[in-house]
């Protein structure tokens, strides 16, 4: 029998609402005792200070890539696991943009088997919508769904056509999926590189303007809106697109309409791409100061309800083309919590327990994970626990973390509050 009990610490789960000091029993995966004095600890039991610190629900991701199958030089389940539990995550959800995708029953049960094997923490699959993420013929979904796919996505790529959106978001209202839109319409985007505005002209970059994004927006919440079927914005980066979804939840669609925002769309503008280059190169592109503070202030009031990482690896070899050709994307599992912390906690704009909302419960309700207790932090629930040190200040070192990539452009930066230990099923994972 595997005990651990967690003295004194602050217990924040949003789902039951509880904030207060408590002591935590997990055995046996489970979490077994939540109560001010946990007595009768067997002479076995692991025992935690955890005066000063907050021990919360295990952290969830619903948007990463692993890249496993066909890109493992980038990253592998078992790499991108281990960067997740080094950022307190014990829960992601892998995208299916691999190669081959993830377009098939067969190829969901091979990342369940995989993650199974090699995983350091939940892996669930997200389905392609359409084969081979072409846009076109849809994939089955009743039988990805089957095989455990918590959502489905062409993400990488937008679902352009209409008629075929239309299908998916039945297909998607028929199997109890939400569907996760990646918002870029690629007849505005030919050749982009980066927000389109004043630093894209001084670089010489193709710029991509915002309407690529709300756009898309605008017409999928229309269908969703019509054929009742739950529907997702990822990374979501201009101000425009907050409004969007701002004005659809307060017409009714709160259970239906969500959006995601990114550590990268909390904190760096355009203007990081002229002084980074590749580094800062993103898909959703880095806008403006304007779109930054629109983007915090959807967090601070509800209009996004999910923070989501977009974790997406890439060679250090593949950054250092120039920039028009190098990769999007940055990874952020092992730095968003901090990040996170940085751009809404230390504002003032929300508090801890607003934060793990976002990090744990949202997501879970997103992808269906509550149902498997995830999410939460309740006597008979998993023992998915993440210890939160909210004081401890950290300067991100890219050179001293898991995974395989390490392309960020947050090398240095000086944050406070970090996962300091992450339990999965009621054995530690990582610690600091």
């Given at each position: 029998?595997?005990e ?6 602050r ?8 904030d207060?000091t408590?002591d935590?029993?997990?055995r046996?995966?489970v979490v077994?005792?939540i109560?001010?004095?946990v007595?009768n600890?067997?002479?076995?039991a ?9 021990v919360a629900?295990?952290?969830i ?13 980038k990253?592998?389940i ?13 829960t ?20 369940n088997q ?5 995983g350091a923490?939940r892996?669930?699959?997200?389905g392609?919508c359409t084969?081979e993420?072409q ?12 095989a ?8 990488g790529d ?5 008629a075929?959106?239309?299908?998916v978001l ?8 939400v569907?996760?839109?990646?918002c870029?319409?690629?007849?505005q985007t030919?050749?982009a590189?980066m ?14 303007p ?11 919440v ?8 739950r529907y997702h ?8 697109s907050?409004?969007i979804i ?12 969500s959006?995601?925002?990114s550590p990268?769309?909390l904190?760096?503008t ?8 590749s580094?800062?190169k993103?898909n959703?592109?880095?806008r403006t ?5 629109a983007?915090r202030?959807g967090?601070?009031?509800g209009?996004?309800s ?5 974790h997406?690896?890439?060679t250090?070899d593949e ?13 952020g599992?092992?730095t968003?919590?901090p990040?996170?912390a940085?751009?809404l906690i230390?504002t ?6 607003r934060?793990i909302e ?7 309700r997103?992808?269906g ?13 998993p023992a998915?626990?993440?210890l939160?040190?909210?004081?401890l200040?950290w ?5 001293d973390m898991a ?9 240095g930066w ?5 996962a ?5 099923g009621?054995e530690?994972?990582?610690?600091l």
């Amino acid at each position: 029998m595997s005990e651990i009990v967690i003295r004194g610490g602050r217990v924040i789960d949003p789902a039951s609402g509880l904030d207060a000091t408590r002591d935590v029993r997990l055995r046996d995966g489970v979490v077994a005792e939540i109560r001010e004095n946990v007595a009768n600890v067997g002479a076995d039991a692991e025992q935690i200070d955890a005066e000063g610190l907050i021990v919360a629900p295990g952290l969830i991701d619903p948007h990463v890539h692993l890249r496993e199958p066909g890109q493992e030089h980038k990253e592998t389940i078992a790499t991108g696991t281990m960067a997740a539990v080094e950022g307190g995550f014990t829960t992601v959800c892998c995208m299916p943009n691999t190669s081959p995708a993830l377009d098939s029953a067969e190829r969901i049960a091979w990342i369940n088997q995989r993650a199974e094997e090699t995983g350091a923490c939940r892996v669930f699959a997200v389905g392609a919508c359409t084969i081979e993420r072409q846009g076109d013929e849809l994939t089955d979904f009743e039988a990805m769904a089957r095989a455990g796919a918590v959502a489905f996505s062409d993400d990488g790529d937008v679902v352009e056509d209409d008629a075929v959106m239309a299908d998916v978001l039945k297909r998607c209202r028929e199997v109890e999926r939400v569907m996760m839109q990646h918002c870029q319409d690629p007849k505005q985007t030919v050749g982009a590189t980066m927000n389109d505005g004043e630093v894209s002209e001084r670089m010489g970059e193709v710029g991509w303007p915002r309407v690529a994004e709300e756009s898309i927006i605008e017409r999928d919440v229309a269908l969703a809106r019509e054929i009742g079927a739950r529907y997702h914005v990822q990374h979501l980066s201009s101000g425009g697109s907050v409004e969007i979804i701002r004005k659809a939840r307060s017409e009714g669609l709160a259970d239906t309409i969500s959006a995601e925002a990114s550590p990268h769309h909390l904190h760096l503008t355009d203007e990081a791409c002229e002084e980074l280059g590749s580094a800062a190169k993103m898909n959703p592109p880095l806008r403006t100061a304007a779109d930054v503070e629109a983007v915090r202030l959807g967090v601070a009031d509800g209009t996004i309800s999910i923070l989501a990482t977009d974790h997406a690896p890439h060679t250090a070899d593949e950054k250092a083309l120039p920039f028009a050709e190098a990769p999007f994307g940055i990874i952020g599992l092992q730095t968003a919590l901090p990040l996170y912390a940085l751009a809404l906690i230390e504002t003032g704009l929300i508090g801890w327990p607003r934060l793990i909302e976002l990090m744990t419960v949202n997501p879970a309700r997103l992808c269906g994970l509550d149902s498997l207790g995830l999410g939460r932090l309740t006597e008979g629930g998993p023992a998915d626990v993440t210890l939160i040190d909210p004081s401890l200040d950290w300067i991100i070192d890219l050179g001293d973390m898991a995974g395989k990539s390490h392309n960020s452009p947050f090398d240095g930066w000086e944050t406070t509050g970090r996962a300091i230990r992450t339990i999965v099923g009621g054995e530690t994972r990582w610690s600091l």
